[in-house]
C-alpha cells in the first residue's frame, strides 16, 4: 500500500519552515555574502575639479573661431574631450610611472591608459568650463588622477598652444622673408614692420594665453556610503535566497509529504488512533500528579486494544522531544487504573525517562538485567503515582556499545518472559526506531507496538517503520497522534 497518498501537501512557507534546518542558514549566509561582497565592491571616491577657461575670441592663436557667443560652448565641449582625451591619459599613465620609478617605496599603483577611461570623465558647465571627475574605488587613487589630469591638460594645453603660435609666426616669417627676397618688389619698411608687429602679437597673445584656464580649483573628494548599497545587497540576497530555498524546499516537500493530522498517521500506519496530544501539559511532570486527561484517554485505548497486557513497545520513528513524557504520563495513568505497571527505560542513549521519574542512574539497571548481573529485585524501584497507586521502574543502567546484541539475546527473552507474568502491562521506551536498531531487537520478543508521531513526519518515514514492524512481525496495536509540530525537515 502506498501511504505516501495519505499525506497532506503544503504551501511553499511551510516548506520552507519544514526544512529550515537548511533553508534558514542557506537563506542568511546568501544575504551575508551579497552584503559582504557589496561592502567590498560598492562604495567609490569621486574627486572633482573645474578648469575656468580663458575666453579664446579674438586671441590670434585662434582666429579660426568666431565670435558668436555659441562659440564658447563649443569651445568648451573641445576642451572637455580633450580633458578625457588619451593623449591626457597618456600622460597620467607617464607621470604615475615618473613617481613610481623616483620613489619605489611610497608609489602609487601602477595605471593603464584603458582602465583611466573608465576614471575619468569631463564635462561642459553652463558656463562654459570644465569640469573634471575622477572616480576610484579609494579617495587617495580619486585625488591623484584628478592632480594629474589636470596637471596634465594644462602641460598640453601649453604645449599645444606654442605650438600654433610657432605655426602662425613661421606662416608671418616666410611672408616677411619672401617680401625681401623679391627684387622687383619695394615692400617698403611699412609692409615688413607690419608682420613683424603680427608676429609680436602672436608671440605676446600666446604667452598671455597659455593654457587657457583662467583658475583652477583645489580637487574636492565626494565618497558614496558602502553602507547602503551592503544593505540593499543583503536584502535582495536574502530575498532571492528565501524565495529558491522555499521553491526548492516545495519541491522536495512534493517528494516527501508529510502527516498533517491524525488522519493522515493511521492511515498510514494502518493502525487504530489511541488518542492525541493537542498541546503541552498544563504543568512538568511530576509522578503523584494527575497525568491529564489525554493520558488517562491514551491509558484506557491502550487496555481496550491490548487486554490481555504483556509487554509493550513505545517509541518514535525519529527523534522527538515529548516522547519520554508521554510515555511516563500513560504509565502512571495505568498504574492509577488497578493495572500492575511496570515502566522500562530502554532508551540507553538518551534515558530521559529516567529522569522524570527523578531516579538517577546506577550500577543496576536494563543493562545489567539482561546481561544476568543482577536479579529483577535488585533492578526495580516502587514509584509512587498518587495515592496507594504506585508502579515499578526499571532505569537504563550502565552504557554498553552495542545494546541490540544485548535485546536479542537469550537472556533477553527470558527476561522479557518472566516480568509480562509479574506485571499487566510492561511499558518499554525504545530509542527511535529509524535511528539505531534497539528497538527493533527488542520488538521480535514484544506483545505490541505503540507508536508516536508527530506533527510533520515524513509519510516516507512511517512507511519504513510500518514494512520494517512487517517483517519483525511485531503488532503495531495503536497510534498516539502529538499534534506539536516536530522539525524533521531534512
Known amino acids: ?30 544575504g551575508v555574502l551579497a552584503g559582504i561582497a557589496a561592502l567590498a565592491t560598492s562604495g567609490t571616491s569621486t574627486a572633482t575639479t573645474t578648469l575656468y577657461l580663458t575666453d579664446p575670441r579674438g586671441t590670434p592663436v585662434f582666429r579660426e573661431g568666431s565670435t558668436n557667443p555659441t562659440d564658447l560652448d563649443r569651445f568648451a565641449r573641445q576642451r572637455a574631450a580633450f580633458a578625457e582625451s588619451v593623449a591626457v591619459r597618456t600622460a597620467v599613465v607617464e607621470e604615475i610611472e615618473a613617481m613610481r620609478a623616483q620613489n619605489p617605496d611610497d608609489a602609487p599603483a601602477a595605471e593603464n591608459v584603458e582602465d583611466l577611461e573608465h576614471v575619468i570623465a569631463a564635462s561642459a558647465t553652463p558656463s562654459s568650463d570644465v569640469r573634471v571627475t575622477c572616480t576610484a574605488s579609494d579617495e587617495a587613487r580619486a585625488l591623484l588622477v584628478c592632480d594629474l589630469v589636470k596637471n596634465s591638460y594644462v602641460r598640453l ?19 616677411r ?40 580649483d583645489a580637487p574636492e573628494v565626494d565618497e558614496d556610503s558602502r553602507i547602503i548599497p551592503a544593505l540593499q545587497f543583503s536584502i535582495a540576497g536574502l530575498l532571492f535566497a528565501a524565495f529558491a530555498a522555499a521553491a526548492i524546499a516545495w519541491f522536495r516537500a512534493g517528494r516527501r509529504p508529510v502527516i498533517a493530522d491524525s488522519a493522515d498517521a493511521t492511515a498510514a500506519l ?13 504543568a512538568p511532570f511530576d509522578a503523584v500528579t494527575p497525568p491529564g486527561a489525554a493520558y488517562q484517554l491514551l491509558a484506557t485505548s491502550l487496555s481496550a486494544v491490548h487486554p490481555e497486557g504483556g509487554v ?12 519520554a513524557e508521554t510515555i511516563a504520563r500513560v504509565a502512571a495513568a ?12 530502554g532508551n540507553l542513549r538518551d534515558r530521559t525517562l529516567s529522569k522524570l521519574f527523578g531516579v538517577e542512574q546506577s550500577a543496576g539497571g536494563l543493562t545489567e538485567l539482561l546481561a544476568g548481573l543482577t536479579t529483577y529485585e535488585e533492578t526495580r524501584r516502587a514509584i509512587g503515582v498518587g495515592g496507594a497507586a504506585s508502579l515499578d521502574l526499571v532505569t537504563g543502567g550502565r552504557p554498553i556499545d552495542d545494546p541490540s546484541s544485548l535485546f536479542r539475546s537469550q537472556v533477553a527473552r527470558s527476561t522479557l518472559a518472566t516480568l509480562r507474568e509479574r506485571y499487566d502491562l510492561v ?15 527488542l520488538a521480535g520478543e514484544a506483545d505490541g507496538v505503540v507508536l508516536l508521531v508527530d506533527r510533520g513526519t515524513e509519510a516516507h518515514d512511517l512507511d519504513t517503520v510500518r514494512q520494517r514492524l512487517d517483517v519483525l512481525r511485531a503488532p503495531l496495536l495503536g497510534v498516539v497522534f502529538d499534534h506539536r509540530s516536530r522539525d524533521h525537515g531534512r
Open 1 to 30: 500500500m502506498n501511504t505516501f497518498a495519505t499525506a497532506t501537501p503544503i504551501g511553499p512557507v511551510e516548506a520552507f519552515w519544514r526544512f529550515r534546518s537548511w533553508t534558514v542558514p542557506v537563506t542568511i549566509v546568501v
Open 157 to 175: 594645453t601649453i604645449e599645444d598652444t606654442n605650438e600654433r603660435a610657432e605655426a602662425a609666426v613661421s606662416a608671418y616669417l616666410a611672408d
Open 177 to 216: 622673408d619672401r617680401l625681401i627676397a623679391d627684387e622687383d618688389v619695394n615692400p617698403g619698411a611699412s609692409a615688413i614692420d607690419e608682420i613683424d608687429l603680427k608676429i609680436a602679437e602672436v608671440r605676446s597673445a600666446a604667452a598671455l594665453y597659455g593654457s587657457g584656464v583662467e583658475f583652477i
Open 270 to 282: 494502518r493502525a487504530p488512533l489511541l488518542g492525541e496530544i493537542t498541546g503541552p501539559p498544563g
Open 312 to 323: 509493550v513497545l513505545a517509541g518514535t520513528a525519529l527523534p522527538s522531544v515529548g516522547a
Open 334 to 345: 495505568s498504574a492509577r487504573e488497578g493495572r500492575r505497571v511496570l515502566v522500562v527505560d
Open 427 to 441: 511499558l518499554v521506551h525504545v530509542p527511535p526506531l529509524l535511528s539505531v536498531a534497539d528497538g527493533s531487537a
